[in-house]
């Protein structure tokens, strides 16, 4: 069974790209949110196995909604997504949860190891 991943960034362009990275790469996007809020709603109706945040959201950023999901899911796995130099950021969000992180701009086979190595999936890329 395909792993489900749900995407969060605020960017269209970088939901589309780590969609398509992860799509074929063998992976079901069962859903895209721009916004931390979005991102729970979503993680609560989809209950994907996989989620991939951005950091810096309107609304609400990925820290805390990655806060929230913790709370609501304990085993939740969740790969935050960053710019450059939002290293501070990155570990408050590991702090709240967080299993690993990928910096923008995106490398595919990078993100295919972190969400293989997260999802326990032994596939070599």
């Known amino acids: 069974m395909k792993p489900r991943v749900l995407v969060v960034d605020d960017a269209i362009f970088m939901r589309r790209m ?13 859903g895209e ?11 609560r109706e989809l209950t994907p196995d996989l989620v ?26 969740i ?5 450059l130099g939002q290293q501070a950021l990155v570990q408050e969000a590991i702090s709240a949860g967080a299993k690993d992180f990928l910096i923008k701009p995106f490398n595919p086979s990078r993100v295919v190891e972190v969400v293989n190595k997260v999802l326990n999936r032994n596939i070599s890329v």
């Open 18 to 30: 780590i969609s398509e990275i992860l799509e074929e790469n063998g992976m079901e996007i069962v």
């Open 33 to 43: 949110a721009d916004t931390g809020a979005a991102a729970i709603k979503l993680y």
């Open 52 to 77: 991939t945040m951005d950091i810096i959201m309107p609304e609400m950023n990925g820290i805390d909604a990655v806060k929230e999901i913790i709370e609501m899911d304990s085993q939740a796995r």
């Open 79 to 83: 790969v935050m997504c960053s710019a």
